[in-house]
């Protein structure tokens, strides 16, 4: 739900604002929901809507950009304050999307050297038509598995499940 607010949001201010500046500070901005005591303030009724807008504009001030002062506004206004981390994201998506540029996880249990994880991110940008950059991210997943989450792709290789299949085809042929 939060994502479909976010995005009208987005949308609403995509064309009027510089939106890579948007995401370095709703990023920022979305940081602060990881802190409790941040939490507490922005969640506590007996905080008024006018501290609440005052400590949420301070935080930006430095962006110096009366678009991102009048969306914190309207924010703490709708009693919106919440999806400010759902912001972020969808900022980062819109400019990926526009740009063309992703990043994915390449998941397995063995070590996958820097020129596979360079191929896979070539053979994957050449077929998307995109930029794709991969990083590895050592796990329990027997096999490779590749994850661009924003281009919905996911790709994996199951040693076992490729075992299997093999064992198959060799159980079909006797």
């Known amino acids: 739900m939060e994502e479909l607010i976010a995005k009208r949001y987005i949308k609403a201010i995509k064309n009027s604002s510089n939106m890579e500046d948007m995401a370095v500070v709703f990023d ?16 506590n009724p007996n905080v008024s809507s006018t501290d609440k807008s005052e400590i949420l504009l301070e935080a930006v001030s430095s962006a110096n950009s009366n678009e991102i002062n009048n969306l914190i506004k309207l924010l703490v206004e709708n009693k919106r304050i919440n999806i400010i981390p759902a912001i972020a994201q969808e900022i980062k998506k819109d400019i990926a999307k526009t740009s063309k540029t992703y990043e994915g996880v390449i998941y397995s249990d063995s070590d996958i050297d820097d020129k596979l994880i360079a191929d896979l991110s070539s053979g994957l940008s050449r077929k998307f038509d995109s930029t794709i950059t991969l990083v590895f991210i050592k796990n329990d997943f027997n096999g490779i598995k590749v994850n661009v989450d924003d281009l919905g792709i996911e790709i994996n290789f199951s040693k076992t499940r490729i075992n299997n299949q093999i064992i198959e085809h060799i159980i079909k042929a006797i």
């Open 28 to 43: 920022t901005l979305a940081q602060s929901f990881k802190d409790d005591k941040f939490i507490q303030v922005i969640d």
